[in-house]
């Protein structure tokens, strides 16, 4: 646990929120239409977890869409602002590693770019897979895009603390996450990237895996 990270620190996590109604707008609907399409790909899902929630940004959507929603954080701060967000407060704080809750308790379980902080990504899945019913979706950063290539480089350059101590992933990155986690336990019905730059118009591929946002829905045997 990095104690000096940006999400322990009041002062950013108080902003956190105002990001999607900033410079992520467009990028927050393009995340969104990725995951829906994600969760069509795990159909009959009636309940989901979200760790790394957050302010429950993502997990409040989710619940928009008719699911029964839980959401998971190690911050007590990005609770605290998630609980001012959300008046479900189906919030707990606890770690990726060691998930509080019985085999089989929810659908899905959902990591909405939060895994690039985690630092043991092969246990993490391992507990999702126990809580998980159905499959699990990872939304990522992703590694081959022009936007985590300048995240990699300022932090090199002490520029960026946001990314400091982060893990980015492509898609055959975690491809094989999964596959040391999972052995031939789940498969991938969908992935695919979406954010491109704005010149491009791609609003998703599956061929061409640069996009700034990785989605990849895993369908548990």
């Known amino acids: 646990m990095q104690k000096d990270a940006w999400y322990f620190q009041e002062e950013i996590v108080k902003t956190y929120e105002s990001w999607y109604e900033g410079k992520y707008k467009r990028a927050d609907k393009l995340e969104k239409a990725l995951l829906k399409k994600l969760l069509n790909n795990l159909p009959h899902a009636e309940s989901l977890l979200e760790v790394g929630c957050g302010t429950a940004h993502f997990t409040r959507w989710f619940e928009s869409l008719g699911l029964e929603c839980y959401g998971l954080d190690l911050s007590h701060l990005m609770l605290k602002e998630a609980k001012n967000l959300w008046t479900n407060k189906s919030l707990l704080r606890g770690e990726s590693t060691h998930l509080p809750f019985k085999d089989d308790s929810f659908d899905i379980v959902a990591f909405i770019a939060c895994m690039e902080y985690m630092p043991n990504p092969v246990k993490v899945l391992n507990e999702a897979s126990r809580v998980a019913r159905k499959g699990i979706i990872i939304g990522l950063m992703n590694k081959?895009?022009?936007?985590?290539?300048?995240?990699?480089?300022?932090?090199?350059?002490?520029?960026?603390?946001?990314y400091r101590g982060a893990k980015f992933y492509s898609v055959f990155g975690i491809k094989q996450v999964l596959k040391n986690a999972l052995k031939d336990t789940y498969n991938i019905?969908?992935?695919?990237?979406?954010?491109?730059?704005?010149?491009?118009?791609?609003?998703?591929?599956?061929?061409?895996?640069?996009?700034?946002?990785?989605?990849?829905?895993?369908?548990?045997?």
């Open 144 to 162: 081959w895009s022009l936007p985590t290539i300048r995240r990699i480089i300022q932090v090199k350059i002490g520029k960026n603390p946001y």
């Open 189 to 221: 019905p969908h992935w695919s990237t979406t954010v491109f730059p704005k010149i491009l118009g791609n609003a998703e591929s599956s061929f061409i895996p640069f996009g700034a946002f990785l989605g990849i829905a895993v369908k548990l045997r």
